[in-house]
């Protein structure tokens, strides 16, 4: 733990909870609770608790021209002491409780955000698990970030000419992600699935795409970069989808 307590100076970031930063720069929610969900109400619950708390941790953090953001700096241990409880979590590719279970939910949305906010990813380490098929789906496969303290962070640096301001909230039954800026940004960013595959290898389903980011500028001018490439076991049998029974094929 040396080397974290090394560089966590340089992760302190300001908070800002008033109106200086009026203009959206990025937003994005997701459900709490999703249908099809396997695992007890009890770590649901638990879930929904660690999600809220992991959230209170980062909200309002300003992240100035060229600073990194980092979520496990942000958010610390999960432990008991701090509030953490049991929720479900992924290990080793399957769902299993966990002190902090449930806390992927805000690194997932932080992974958007940042990419819809034009950031840099530093570091960002996918799930190996597709856990549902597309239906709700609001963004294209693969836009999560998993974490595990204190190894597996994500990290984004501010690409932008000002500060922004984080904001994480739990607005009925979601947690709602939001950046701001003091000043509107010249820019907007989309992010879109540039290709997509299924496979079989035996019983196992095996899911691979690709994520584009689109950079529109206020003259119209565009440009396209790969952000992401994964590849996933699927947790369900995609033959029996019917949005997903043309790309399985």
């Known amino acids: ?11 302190e970031h300001d908070r800002e909870f008033g109106e200086l930063y009026p203009y959206l720069v990025a937003e994005h929610r997701s459900p709490l609770r999703r249908l099809g969900t396997t695992y007890a109400e009890e770590l649901q619950r638990g879930k929904e608790t660690n999600v809220a708390l992991a959230a209170s941790f980062i909200d309002g953090i300003l992240l100035p021209p060229g600073g990194v953001f980092s979520y496990h700096h942000a958010v610390g241990f999960p432990n008991r002491k701090r509030g953490f409880v049991m929720g479900a979590e992924l290990q080793d590719g399957s769902l299993k ?12 949305l932080l992974y958007v955000l940042a990419l819809l906010s034009g950031a840099d990813i530093t570091e960002r380490h996918r799930h190996g698990l597709d856990l549902f098929p597309d239906s709700g789906r609001t963004v294209p496969f693969g836009c999560g970030a998993t974490v595990f303290f204190p190894m597996r962070d994500l990290r984004f640096r501010n690409s932008l000419d000002q500060a922004i301001r984080i904001g994480l909230t739990i607005e009925d039954g979601f947690v709602v992600g939001r ?3 003091a000043q509107p940004i010249p820019k907007r960013f989309e992010i ?3 290709e997509s595959k299924m496979s079989q290898e035996g019983e196992v ?45």
């Open 1 to 11: 733990m040396g080397a974290w307590n090394l560089e966590s100076k340089q992760f």
């Open 97 to 108: 409780p966990g002190i902090g279970g449930g806390c992927c939910q805000v690194s997932n």
């Open 179 to 181: 950046v701001h800026s």
């Open 192 to 194: 879109f699935e540039m």
């Open 205 to 249: 389903w095996i899911r691979e795409n690709r994520v584009g980011r689109r950079t529109l500028d206020s003259h119209g001018d565009e440009t396209i970069e790969e952000v992401a490439h994964n590849i996933a076991r699927c947790a369900y049998d995609p033959s029996k989808v019917a949005s997903l029974a043309g790309g399985a094929a």
